[in-house]
């Protein structure tokens, strides 16, 4: 069965801390790996990964993934408290319904004045 | 409005009574999907349209949930029969989905059931 599986659950910072989110997948055919920031309801894009080695970024928030070993990893730099939410990861591969994500249970981040 | 818009936003129903989501898509895309996120988990897939093609429909969990889409744009997700079970934020994304590629989804805003 196709799971993914984020960690930590939760994590506390400051402002100014460098956080490090964790994603592993185990996905039937993998095509690739998405994360998503969710504050309230909506769950924003961040980033989409296809290939191993390759960072993304976008301003502090990066990703890179790991196709060998299975995960991927969302790092957010000088923090702030605007970065509080649940961050989601999700695997998409062939396997069951074309285009459906697998999601985690996300990790919410709180972060402190 | 250029993104996906889900109504109602809240909706409050009696156990045993059934419900209808509503999801509006962007304009253009042609997969849509909806969620389901109970509190404190994950989003949990129910059911997938793409184009014309037969929904997929493996993530529904029970026969009480049901969902169309007409004329290729918006979605209705009906929930019969209500249980309490059922309270959570219902998600619908859409995507641009050609051939074998898949695009980023994107959500919207949600409507949270409660079900009393």
């Known amino acids: 069965e196709d799971k993914v599986v984020q960690s930590p659950l939760s994590l506390v910072v400051h402002e100014g801390d460098t956080v490090t989110l964790n994603c592993s997948y185990e996905v039937t055919n993998f095509r690739s790996l998405l994360w998503y920031k969710q504050e309230k309801k909506a769950p924003t894009f961040l980033f989409m990964l296809t290939s191993s080695g390759i960072e993304k970024k976008s301003g502090r928030l990066s990703s890179i993934l790991d196709k060998k070993e299975l995960f991927s990893i969302l790092n957010i730099t000088a923090t702030q408290t605007g970065d509080s939410a649940v961050y989601l990861c999700a695997g998409r591969g062939d396997g069951g319904s074309q285009g459906n994500l697998i999601f985690g249970k996300g990790t919410k981040l709180s972060v402190k004045p | 409005g250029a993104g996906v818009s889900q109504s109602p936003s809240n909706k409050v129903t009696e156990k045993g009574k059934d419900v209808e989501l509503r999801c509006d898509p962007i304009s253009g895309h042609t997969a849509l999907y909806w969620y389901r996120q109970s509190l404190g988990q994950g989003l949990e897939f129910l059911i997938y349209f793409q184009g014309n093609s037969a929904p997929d429909k493996s993530g529904l969990p029970s026969d009480r949930f049901s969902a169309e889409r007409t004329g290729g744009s918006v979605s209705t997700l009906t929930i019969q029969r209500t249980q309490q079970e059922d309270s959570a934020v219902y998600l619908c994304?859409?995507?641009?989905?050609?051939?074998?590629?898949?695009?980023?989804?994107?959500f919207g805003p949600g409507t949270r059931l409660t079900v009393l």
């Open positions: 994304a859409s995507s641009l989905a050609s051939g074998r590629v898949y695009n980023e989804q994107f």
